[in-house]
């Protein structure tokens, strides 16, 4: 049985501040939430007892976590975080790794435990997590483990009736980096992937189909988004669609 790669996939490139001093003054910045990524450029399927490189950014002694950032960093001793595997309703700790004084960058391994399943899972450390997919180490992976993406109201407020130009904050689930090829044989023990394209979101009412935005492929195993309903919007109900997944709000008179 040939050997199952290492996992890691590229994580998007996001820019946050860490616990830095603020120019002019003593005064530290504010806390940044710790961001992880895969740090290589393979695509991310892994059988249990594979190992996983890993990046963590912002993890910081400084910074507490409360579950919340932005706050003013304190002085703090050195802990030691841990790095959780989460799928269905396994919740296990692969490892930990030790803050530092000004949240740099730490490279670290961890192994995908023998409780995982075949499907999706997610790593998580302080909050911050990245998806990876298992297959089965008998019979590789099939298509039905990269399920299609879907949609849905970030909040319940959202439910409530809504006018051109308001916001919608929703969330997007299961656009991994990485997507079957299906332009050539499938082969289990080693899927042919490609770099998966974004996806259009897009405001459906009375035959009115109007493009909102493109969301692109993340490496996390959900992500955060915002659009605006748009002027063309009419009272009554409406459908923000993603592929065959769909939110429906109201539009109220402006």
């Known amino acids: 049985m040939p050997r199952f790669r290492t996992a890691a996939l590229a994580a998007a490139a996001l820019l946050l501040s860490g616990c830095a001093a603020a120019s002019g003054g003593s005064i530290s910045a504010a ?13 991310p399927l892994v059988v249990a007892g594979d190992a996983v490189a890993l990046r963590i950014d912002n993890l910081s002694t400084e910074c507490r976590d409360t579950g ?8 703090a001793p050195t802990r030691v975080e841990p790095v959780r595997w989460l799928q269905d309703d396994i ?3 692969i490892g930990g790794v030790e803050t530092n004084d000004h949240g740099a960058p730490i490279a670290f391994d961890v192994v995908v435990p ?20 298992v297959g089965d180490p008998q019979t ?18 959202l439910e409530e009736p ?14 991994p980096v990485h997507a079957p090829d299906d332009s050539v044989p499938w082969d289990p023990m080693d899927p042919p992937l490609v770099l998966a394209e974004p996806v259009p979101i897009l405001w459906m009412q009375d035959g009115v189909e109007v493009p909102l935005r493109d969301v692109p492929p993340w490496p996390e195993p959900d992500s955060w988004w915002t659009v605006a ?21 109201v539009v109220d008179e402006p």
């Open 31 to 43: 806390c940044a939430a710790p961001i992880l990524h895969l740090t290589s450029e393979e695509p």
């Open 68 to 75: 919340t950032y932005g706050v003013t960093p304190a002085p």
């Open 162 to 175: 809504m006018i051109p130009g308001v916001t919608v904050d929703f969330l997007v689930h299961h656009l």
């Open 140 to 157: 590789g992976w099939d298509r039905s483990f990269w399920p299609e993406p879907s949609i849905s109201l970030a909040s319940p407020h």
């Open 229 to 249: 309903v748009p002027p063309e919007a009419i009272p009554g109900e409406a459908r923000i669609v993603l592929g065959d997944s769909e939110i429906r709000i």
């Open 91 to 93: 919740d296990v700790e």
């Open 114 to 133: 023998a409780e995982a399943r075949p499907g999706f899972a997610t790593i998580d450390l302080d909050h911050a997590q990245v998806a990876v997919i």
